[in-house]
């Protein structure tokens, strides 16, 4: 009865559950509060960029999702390692979660990008090294997601798209270093540099407001999501008891 | 009201800039609703799970 | 080093009494390639433009072909299981299978390379560098391959899955395969890329053994 044993291992998480219920609205908060500033800072009350006018202000949305997107990337691949190695329930359940944010972080990312480069470059895409592995990236998230469903026994679902996020890390550092290593038409990091951002206050803030709302927005989705999947496991838990005892 | 349609007209670029802004906003609110809308339906069959449990025929 | 030379001879030999895969893969290379200039036009500038990234993506799906059997057939009968009870390291065992998987098809790919070449019109000069390119490439797409392969073992639907999980992966191959021929042709050294595309082989044969061996752990537990 192994599949039973591990389930039950989940039946009362409740100390998670308990710090969830802390957690959550304080996202929430969060997430509205920095939206709002965010939006008001980027969208009124800052100047447009000297060279690539108003169009700097898609940046404000496309960045904070690039990031989201990486960040996402690397907590699934961290929770996947948690779940391999020390065979963590709660591991697992983050890391499931989190893959459905990732990849919509990514197609926000990819799709603004877009939006960006037309009147920027003159073009919806070039298939430079950024662009393509981002692309790579939004598969990776894809392919974890449709490997997880893909088996009967959830645990081996969870165990190989587990094996898969951690192979798919090699392409973090390719995404973070592209720009640097090939010089493109994308730009070169400006934000996160060791002598301090190469970019004005007035569209620091906004970015870095509308970065911390999609980061509480991430915690938020994923408290209910990780709560829901819980919720779910207890359920078939359950039903397994009484199919058993009847 | 020429202040609001300047505005919105992005310097020419609201083509791009108000796309960008709608489709994130309809991402994340899908997300969010699907989200939300998992955890009730997983409560509600929990609930319904336990009731079971609890009647001492075992049946609903 | 027994182990995997028995496996090895093995999986070759059921290949060469079988005989059908492997014809079937450069079959299916030869004419995916062929479809081409019924596609694009029979112009024969046009094809020797496109025609180091053509061979280069037809081998990619036909190398994706056979890799849902590396695994699959050793995981019905059994002995997949056997063999991880042995005292060889697993890793070994997916070596010698990927060894074999090279041998099956990436080795035929190569052989059928230069006809295409010469239907699509490449420029003679490209030829060298193309068979090296792929020389390097394919084992590094049999390593990668057999990750996928060890992933979907047991999955509904997972010769779809596999490309969905294996094709991205696939890419960076391809983006310096076809690049070593094209810097080839425009007068560029080729070198740079083929330099890459061996980093990429010597990065892949230790991690890609590793996390193929690690799945099938998952798996068989």
């Known amino acids: ?246 | 009201m020429d202040r609001v349609t300047e505005y919105l007209a992005m310097g020419g670029y609201a083509g791009f800039i108000w796309p960008a802004y709608g489709l994130a906003a309809v991402v994340l609110a899908v997300l969010f609703v699907a989200s939300r809308r998992r955890l009730t339906a997983a409560a509600a069959e929990l609930a319904a799970v336990e009731a079971v449990e609890r009647s001492p025929s075992g049946e609903a | 080093m027994n182990r995997f030379a028995a496996i090895l001879g093995r999986d070759l030999r059921l290949a060469v009494r079988q005989g059908v895969d492997s014809l079937m893969v450069v079959a299916f290379f030869v004419l995916a390639v062929v479809l081409f200039p019924f596609g694009v036009g029979p112009e024969p500038g046009v094809l020797a433009r496109i025609a180091p990234g053509v061979i280069w993506v037809a081998a990619l799906l036909a190398a994706m072909l056979s890799l849902e059997r590396l695994f699959q057939a050793d995981h019905e009968d059994g002995s997949l299981e056997l063999m991880a009870l042995e005292p060889v390291a697993l890793e070994s065992v997916v070596l010698a299978k990927v060894a074999a998987h090279w041998l099956t098809t990436g080795l035929p790919l190569i052989v059928a390379a230069p006809l295409l070449a010469i239907l699509l019109n490449l420029p003679v000069e490209g030829f060298a560098v193309l068979l090296l390119a792929l020389l390097l490439g394919t084992p590094t797409l049999s390593l990668i391959g057999a990750v996928g392969a060890a992933l979907i073992l047991g999955a509904r639907r997972g010769g779809v899955l596999l490309s969905l999980l294996v094709l991205p992966l696939f890419i960076p191959v391809l983006i310096f395969g076809a690049a070593a021929v094209e810097a080839s042709l425009g007068g560029f050294p080729a070198r740079p890329h083929l330099l890459i595309l061996a980093a990429l082989l010597l990065a892949a044969l230790p991690l890609c053994t590793w996390a193929a061996a690690g799945a099938l752990r998952q798996g068989l537990e």
């Open chain 1, 1 to 246: 009865m192994a599949p039973s044993s591990s389930l039950h291992r989940f039946a009362n998480p409740a100390r998670f559950l308990r710090l969830a219920a802390v957690v959550q609205p304080w996202a929430a908060g969060l997430t509205i509060a920095a939206l709002i500033a965010g939006l008001y800072l980027g969208l009124i009350a800052s100047p447009g960029d000297y060279q690539q006018g108003e169009t700097v202000r898609i940046m404000y949305i496309h960045v904070p999702s690039a990031w989201m997107a990486l960040f996402c990337y690397t907590n699934m691949a961290l929770a996947s390692a948690v779940a391999l190695i020390w065979r963590h329930p709660l591991a697992d359940v983050i890391a499931k979660a989190t893959a459905p944010i990732g990849a919509c972080f990514t197609f926000l990312a990819l799709v603004t990008g877009s939006l960006w480069g037309k009147p920027m470059w003159g073009t919806w895409w070039v298939w430079d090294a950024r662009l393509t592995s981002v692309l790579i990236l939004f598969f990776l998230y894809l392919g974890y997601m449709a490997l997880y469903n893909a088996f009967d026994d959830a645990t081996r679902g969870a165990r190989a798209a587990a094996v898969l996020a951690l192979v798919g890390v090699v392409n973090v550092p390719i995404i973070k270093f592209s720009v640097d290593w090939w010089n493109t038409l994308h730009q070169p990091a400006s934000v996160v540099k060791l002598d301090g951002p190469a970019i004005h206050p007035s569209m620091l803030w906004p970015l870095l407001l509308m970065a911390l709302a999609f980061t509480t927005y991430y915690v938020w989705v994923l408290l209910l999501r990780v709560r829901a999947e819980l919720i779910g496991r207890r359920v078939r838990a359950i039903r397994l008891r009484q199919t058993q005892v009847r």
